[in-house]
């Protein structure tokens, strides 16, 4: 089992005030007044598409700023942050499982999270280690190391990517609508092996879908169409 290695967590890993995002001068798409996540809670965010969901994610990364209001992870103000500090941050402490998986084809599996060890500045001698037991936990065969990303299937970059966002011990795991490529069985298998991932690296997970029916074993179901305030359609 890989053991964490992170800093240690505030109650509260996640705070919105006042949060408010446009991406023009025009009326916002996403106002958040006020919202808080718990340490170790594995949170469901749902919403229909072009509710939000992925804007939401983008400014809870630092990949996006609001146009005004504060965001806190793990006590550290995003907002006051540079676009070269937001991204050294995530690097360090959020690991983000993308829809489309992003990994990079012309790399094997080894070096795909290699990599993110890399941005994310470990320099334990145990990255190897650690890879071969997250694909262990992942049930991948670790002669799938020096395949290249682009050789594997859609369930294995998934398992990839999700060993990737996992290598740097990140407090906080976020995972954007990962079963959309999947069948209805690969996706109940998928979610089994996330949400006792998580559980087992003590990350706080965020995990985003329109699909209500992986619901069933998170903490809380969050409904972004009742937290966002913005009258016009987000996306």
Not at 35 to 63: D, E, I, Y
Not at 152 to 170: D, E, F, K, M
Not at 206 to 220: I, N, Y
Request: hydrophobic letters at 40%; aromatic letters at 6%.
């Amino acid at each position: 089992m890989v053991q964490s290695n992170a800093m240690t967590q505030p109650e509260t890993v996640l705070e919105l005030e006042d949060v408010c995002f446009s991406y023009t001068n025009c009326q916002p798409v996403l106002s958040i007044p006020d919202w808080q996540v718990r340490a170790g809670q594995q949170l469901f965010l749902h919403g229909p598409s072009g509710c939000g969901k992925t804007t939401l994610l983008n400014l809870l990364t630092g990949m996006l700023t609001p146009s005004h209001g504060s965001i806190r992870l793990l006590n550290e103000t995003l907002t006051s942050l540079s676009g070269s500090q937001r991204d050294r941050f995530r690097a360090h402490h959020i690991g983000v499982v993308f829809q489309q998986f992003n990994l990079i084809s012309y790399l094997s599996v080894a070096d795909n999270i290699r990599l993110a060890a890399h941005f994310g500045k470990r320099r334990s001698k145990n990255i190897d280690q650690d890879t071969a037991s997250l694909l262990e936990q992942l049930q991948m065969p670790t002669r799938l190391l020096k395949q290249r990303a682009d050789n594997l299937s859609v369930g294995q970059q998934q398992r990839v990517a999700i060993a990737r966002a996992l290598i740097n011990h990140p407090e906080i795991l976020v995972v954007d609508e990962p079963t959309s490529a999947l069948d209805e069985a690969a996706g109940e298998a998928f979610m089994k092996l996330l949400l006792s991932l998580s559980r087992a690296n003590n990350s706080t997970l965020l995990f985003v879908s329109h699909d209500h029916r992986l619901a069933a074993d998170f903490d809380e179901m969050v409904s972004l169409p009742e937290l966002n305030r913005a009258n016009s359609h987000a996306v």
